[in-house]
């Protein structure tokens, strides 16, 4: 469906190979799609074993469960956790009252995309600017781009307004966030898991997001011969 179909390909945004996502839907056309898009398409049922292993399941890192039943949603999680435990779930959900459900059927993430549209649509009607900039957010292909990570030995002991060319935004420690206020006063420890802003260009893959630069070396001098 269209949920999918977008998030694969803002994987592909994030560096993800096309022939490195697999696409499992019930439907034909869908599948037809996403194989002329690049994907691996597998036509079937995802809560059934015999479909994920043909998906690799048991080799695949993460699963995103995007159908419009939060039933079928949780069986998806339950047996693709079952065949894999280490992988890790994102799951859509259309009830809130299924949010627990999901979560104690193996899903990591939780996402309302109704609710979140609703909220996104309602903020519209009186901050047109902010919605436009939420949208650059949350796409890789945006201008300004939010990104997580876990923060380097180099930048314990650091505060947020140390780290160059980037907005803290967030700030994750032993599995809870702290306030807003906490992140502007504390300095990072070992484990923290920040949440950063940064303009698109400004991201460099091998050195990190957010690290300060590495000093520049200077030449010795050569003694005179």
């Known amino acids: 469906g269209m949920t999918g179909r977008s998030a694969a390909e803002e ?4 560096g993800s190979k096309r022939d490195e996502i697999v696409v499992v839907d019930k439907d034909e056309a869908e599948c037809q799609t996403a194989a002329d898009d690049g994907f691996v398409a597998i036509k079937g049922d995802a ?12 080799d695949a890192a993460h699963i995103i469960v995007t159908t419009s039943r939060d039933d079928t949603n949780v069986l998806i999680c339950l047996t693709a956790k079952n065949m894999n435990p280490e992988i ?35 903020a ?26 876990t923060v380097t030995k180099k930048e314990v ?14 700030i994750e420690r032993d599995g809870r966030k702290l306030s807003i206020a906490d992140v502007k006063q504390a300095e990072f420890i070992e484990g923290d898991v920040v949440v950063c802003m940064a303009e698109a260009g400004k991201i460099h893959k091998k050195k990190g997001l957010g690290e300060p630069k590495p000093a520049k070396k200077t030449k010795k001098d050569k003694k005179p011969s």
């Open 11 to 14: 994987l592909v945004l994030m």
């Open 47 to 58: 809560t059934r074993e015999a479909v994920l292993e043909n998906a690799d399941i048991r």
């Open 88 to 122: 890790r779930i994102a799951a859509g959900v259309d009830q809130t009252e299924n949010l627990k459900l999901m979560k104690s059927s193996g899903a990591e993430t939780t996402v309302m995309p109704s609710m979140a549209g609703g909220h996104i649509l309602a």
């Open 124 to 149: 519209s009607t009186q901050y047109g600017d902010l919605v436009a900039v939420l949208e650059d957010l949350l796409t890789m292909g945006g201008s300004v781009r939010l990104m997580q990570r």
């Open 157 to 170: 002991g650091k505060r947020a307004e140390e780290l160059k060319d980037v907005i803290v935004v967030g």
